[in-house]
C-alpha cells in the first residue's frame, strides 16, 4: 500500500556535484521501524519492513540528503534499520543514532566501519551521550550526566584511533583499556584525509559542547529560537576553537515544518495536529511520564524556555507541541506556506546552520511535501547566494 502511495508521486530529482562543490546546505528526514507520531498511535508490528523501505525511498524520491534513525532504550536495533534502509535505497545517506558505552569503541569502529562499506559510504554516526538518568538505567548505565560526557570524550578518542591507526594501538583511560588495538576495516569515507565516519554530535550542556568543540563535525540543535541558535553556534566555535577546529564545525537544526497553501491554511493544520496530539500524547506513557516534571537534559528545558516566551516566537517557531510533550526531542515547528517556512529557515542559514533536520506529523505524506514544496525552494535560493549551480529535473513519474 505505501508503494502505491509513492508511486503516484511525481517524481523529482535533484542534481548537486556533490564530488565537485562543497555541499551548502543539507536536508535530513527520518526513517522509524514504524509509523507512529504525536498524532498517529503506532500500530501492527514494531518493525515494518515495508514501512521502512517505502519511507526510505520516499526520501530519496524527493531530494533529502539524509535519514535519521532514532535510538531509543526500548527501540528497535538502529544499526540494523540502517542496514536495512541502504539496502532498499542507492543514494540516500543516512545518520545512525549511537549512544557510547553500551558496545566497546573498538567493536563500534568496526561495526560502523563495516555498515559504511555495505552502504558504500552512506553512513554518518549520530553520537547522543544521554540525557536522562531513567532512560541510561534501562541498559543498566548507572554513571552520571556529566561522568557520560567525559566517557564519550574518550570513547571517540578511541573509536577514532581504531579508523585510523594503520598499525597496532594500547590505550589506557579512565573508562577504557586495550592493548595491541587494530582493525582491518576502516570506513570507506575520509575525513580531513583519515579513514572516518562523519560524526554529528548532541547536547546542550556545557559537558556536551566541550566534547562537541573536539570531536563533532556537525553539531546538532533542537528548534530554538534565531537568538538562542546563534549563542549556540558561538559556543560551539569558541569550544571547537581550543582544538584548532572553530571553522571545522557545521551546525544542525531539528523542526517539524507545518506548511500549507496559505498562512491561515497552516495554523489551521497547526491547530489540528495540537488537537489530535492532545488525545494521542494523554494514552502514551512516553510523554505522561513527561508532565509537569523538569527534564534532565539541557536541550529539552531549552525548548522549554522558548515555550514560555509564547505559543509563537520569531513570528512562526510554534512552541505548543514541545509545552504539551515536555520537549520530548524535535517538537518545534516553523508554520506557514511553503515561501514562508522557507524564508524562516534561510534566516537559520544566516545565523551559521547548513543542515536541517525535518520531519513532519504525518511522516510519510509530510516527507514528499517537503521534497515538493520546501526543499527545492531553499536550495534555490541558497545556490544563488553561493553562486552555485542547481539543476532540478521534473518529470511525471
Not at 564519550?152 to 579508523?163: F, G, I, P
Not at 576502516?186 to 566541550?210: C, H, T
Not at 505522561?288 to 516566537?313: E, F, I
Request: proline share 5%; with cysteine.
Amino acid at each position: 500500500m505505501h508503494l502505491l502511495f509513492l508511486r503516484r508521486v511525481p517524481r523529482i530529482v535533484i542534481v548537486f556535484c556533490h564530488r565537485l562543490l562543497p555541499m551548502p546546505v543539507e536536508f535530513i528526514g527520518y526513517v522509524a521501524s514504524h509509523e507512529s507520531s504525536e498524532i498517529i498511535a503506532p500500530q501492527g508490528p514494531v518493525v515494518d519492513r515495508s514501512w521502512v523501505s517505502t519511507v526510505a525511498k520516499a526520501h530519496e524520491h524527493v531530494g533529502f540528503d539524509r535519514a535519521l534513525v532514532a535510538y531509543g532504550s526500548s527501540s528497535p536495533d538502529a544499526q540494523q534499520l540502517v542496514a536495512w534502509a541502504a539496502h532498499e535505497t542507492t543514494r540516500l545517506n543516512f545518520m545512525l543514532a549511537h549512544r557510547p558505552g553500551f558496545v566497546f569503541p573498538t567493536l563500534a569502529a568496526r561495526q560502523l566501519a563495516t555498515l559504511d562499506h555495505f552502504s558504500e559510504g552512506r553512513l554518518a554516526v549520530h553520537i547522543i551521550s544521554g540525557g536522562s538518568d531513567v532512560e541510561q538505567a534501562r541498559d543498566g548505565d548507572y554513571l552520571g550526566h556529566d561522568e557520560r560526557y567525559d566517557r564519550t570524550d574518550e570513547y571517540l578518542d578511541v573509536l577514532k584511533q581504531t579508523w585510523s591507526s594503520p598499525k597496532p594501538f594500547d590505550h589506557s583511560g579512565r573508562h577504557y583499556q586495550l592493548k595491541d588495538n587494530y582493525a582491518s576495516v576502516k570506513p570507506l569515507q575520509q575525513v580531513d584525509g583519515r579513514p572516518q565516519v562523519p560524526i554529528y554530535f548532541g547536547g546542550s550542556s556545557e559537558a556536551a559542547i566541550r566534547v562537541a568543540g573536539k570531536h563533532a563535525d556537525v553539531y546538532a540543535l533542537w528548534g530554538e529560537p534565531l537568538e538562542q541558535v546563534r549563542e549556540t553556534v558561538a559556543r560551539v566555535r569558541a569550544a571547537a576553537a581550543l582544538h584548532g577546529r572553530e571553522g571545522q564545525v557545521r551546525f544542525s537544526l531539528s523542526l517539524r515544518p507545518i506548511i500549507a497553501a496559505t498562512e491561515e491554511a497552516a495554523w489551521a493544520k497547526a491547530q489540528d495536529i495540537l488537537k489530535r496530539a492532545r488525545g494521542v500524547v494523554a494514552q502514551s506513557a512516553r510523554w505522561k511520564d513527561r508532565q509537569g516534571v523538569t527534564p534532565q537534559n539541557v536541550g529539552s528545558q531549552r525548548l522549554l524556555q522558548a515555550a514560555s516566551r509564547g505559543k509563537v516566537v520569531d513570528v512562526r517557531l510554534w512552541t505548543e507541541l514541545s509545552a504539551l510533550t515536555g520537549a520530548a526531542g524535535n517538537s518545534t515547528a516553523l508554520v506557514g506556506t511553503p515561501e514562508q517556512v522557507a524564508e524562516s529557515l534561510l534566516a537559520y542559514f544566516d545565523a551559521g546552520v547548513s543542515t536541517f533536520l525535518i520531519r513532519g506529523f504525518r511522516p510519510l505524506q509530510d516527507a514528499l511535501d517537503y521534497g515538493r514544496q520546501l526543499i527545492p525552494l531553499v536550495r534555490a535560493e541558497v545556490a544563488r547566494r553561493e553562486g552555485q549551480p542547481l539543476t532540478v529535473l521534473a518529470s511525471a513519474a
